[in-house]
């Protein structure tokens, strides 16, 4: 009896349900202001119906995607209060415009330390038009340079990747960053955090930043005060508040390490033991990640260093962080950034091209696929024109919702040709792009609108360097794993999964 009472005495104050209990006095202080306003109701009912006519027109105009408007014509058609008020709740967007106002400040500030050098320049010129004109693209609207004499190595699941990284943390000499969404303790963190705690008392300087999600599931929240007293400095990005804010849906999805500015690493792996299979879930785990030592390190440490001083009282300087390091490594990798106030859709936009200009094959893994119409037209297009396009999904989900709406996108993909898979052993979290044995793509984007729209974001643009090719033939290993889906697939799915995807997918922009 004394156990139960204890856990129940756990669950009600827990940080979670205080949360919650918050948010909901909150919702029931703005219904009973709707009860109150009941006495004037028609008055009420007829400027708001005004107030939604003249939003629905300007949301009509927006230059938003389709689908994101349709989401909005639904409240503020039907409940023209409600739907209003939650409109220009959104739209004001008063906490994330402070977040987004000082990333903006950030990326101006660093852009002397993010400049395609002019070796680099001349080596440009003389390769195809479509990566000079993207890499133009990137370095002239996102401040990412495309940089050179950088090796790059490619990990095909996460357990490679912790391996090599506990080597090279343990040569680290000047700093550390780190830069993560999800960190759990386990084997992986735990592991982690011994060589941190050592290369710390060595008076190596020692930096980690952590999604406010991780506070409110993963680890306590008093965490970093913890972990300040081993001399790791520790920021957390965006806490969950008990508050109703907008800014809370802007998440930092980003993965990013930094050793001494000269290594570098970013990819779908977070510090939890599921990316290594070290505890399964939704059965076998297939993660990437990619690894940059040289040149190209210097990209994802100035993106670190934006993030940390976005969200910080003190600002770090640039320059002590920017080393000059020379690599091995052939062809040309550029890493970029995306986030929700740079007015670009950096990832999706390259995504895009190399879709529109691929000439033989796009090769794509992603766990999830909740995309806008345009780029859904550039698969589809890539398809039909010839291109042999290949996606890889998983087939035991983590959220059943995101599988749902994922299939709905099954008949017109496979009608144009689009080839479709789902990988057989469990769950696919790798987000990757390979292409005609030229370039490819791997970090932190899914294909999902959070990803392409609402979360701080970053990858590495990698083109006519050997580790290409080791992309595509993982792609081609990791594709006799699964099953290929047609048609007849589709038709066997349940038809309640079916529904509820339709449904669901109303509200992909959401989601």
């Given amino acids: 009896m004394r156990k139960l009472i204890r856990a129940l005495f756990k669950i009600v104050f827990s940080r979670i349900m205080i949360i919650v209990l918050l948010l909901l006095l909150q919702l029931g202080i703005l219904f009973a202001g709707f009860e109150w306003l009941g006495q004037y109701m028609s008055y009420v009912l007829g400027s708001f119906t005004t107030l939604s006519v003249i939003l629905v027109i300007y949301v009509i105009n927006k230059e938003d995607d389709p689908a994101y408007k349709l989401v909005w014509m639904i409240p503020l058609c039907a409940f023209p209060v409600f739907g209003a008020l939650l409109y220009l709740f959104v739209e004001l967007d008063v906490g994330g415009r402070a977040l987004k106002k ?24 003389e390769q195809d038009r479509e990566f000079v004109n993207l890499a133009s693209y990137l370095q002239r609207r996102c401040y990412c340079p495309a940089y050179e004499n950088t090796e790059v190595t490619y990990f095909s699941l996460g357990e490679e990747k912790f391996k090599q990284l506990l080597i090279d943390l343990k040569s680290a000499e000047k700093f550390i960053f780190l830069e993560y969404f999800i960190i759990e303790r386990g084997e ?14 060595q008076g190596v300087e020692v930096k980690l930043m952590y999604d406010g999600m991780c ?7 008093r965490y970093p005060e913890k972990l300040k007293q081993w001399g790791i400095q520790v920021r957390v990005f965006s806490p969950i508040r008990p508050l109703l804010s907008t800014v809370q849906n802007n998440r930092d999805h980003r ?34 990640a990619i690894r940059l030592e040289g040149e190209g390190a210097r990209g994802l440490t100035v993106m670190f260093l934006q993030n940390w001083n976005m969200i910080g009282l003190k ?10 390091n020379g690599g091995k490594g052939q062809g040309f990798v550029i890493p970029f950034g995306d986030a929700p106030g740079d007015n670009e859709t950096v990832g999706e936009n390259v995504y895009m091209d190399i879709l529109y200009n691929a000439k033989r094959y796009v090769h794509i893994m992603t766990p999830y696929l909740i995309i806008d119409s345009e780029m859904e037209r550039a698969l589809v297009y890539a398809a039909k024109r010839g291109v042999e396009v290949s996606i890889i999904l998983p087939h035991i989900p983590d959220k059943k919702y995101a599988f749902y709406i994922a299939r709905t996108y099954y008949p017109i993909l496979l009608r144009a040709g689009v080839k479709l898979y789902e990988y057989k052993p469990g769950f696919v979290h790798a987000k990757s792009f390979v292409s005609d044995d030229q370039k490819a793509v791997v970090g932190t984007i899914n294909l999902d609108y959070r990803s392409l729209y609402l979360h701080f974001e970053c990858g590495v643009y990698i083109y006519q360097n050997p580790v290409v090719q080791e992309i595509e033939e993982d792609y081609e290993q990791t594709l006799k794993q699964c099953i290929e ?16 995807g339709r449904v669901l997918r109303l509200f992909g922009p959401l989601m």
């Fill in 485 to 500: 889906v047609d048609m007849d697939y589709y038709k066997s799915i349940n038809g309640f999964s079916k529904l509820a």
């Fill in 315 to 324: 600002a770090e300087p640039y320059e002590p962080y920017v080393i000059q």
């Fill in 102 to 125: 000082r990333l903006r400040k950030n990326m101006v500030e660093s852009a002397a330390y993010l400049k395609t050098g002019a070796a680099t320049e001349k080596h440009l010129e």
């Fill in 188 to 201: 992986m963190w735990d592991s982690i955090l011994g060589i941190l705690k050592e290369k710390a008392a």
């Fill in 215 to 221: 506070s409110l599931v993963n680890l306590p929240m």
């Fill in 255 to 288: 993965k990013i390490v930094s050793v001494d500015g000269r290594i570098a690493y970013t990819g779908g792996v977070n510090l939890a033991d599921e990316y290594i299979n070290r505890k399964v879930r939704f059965g076998h785990w297939k993660d990437t």
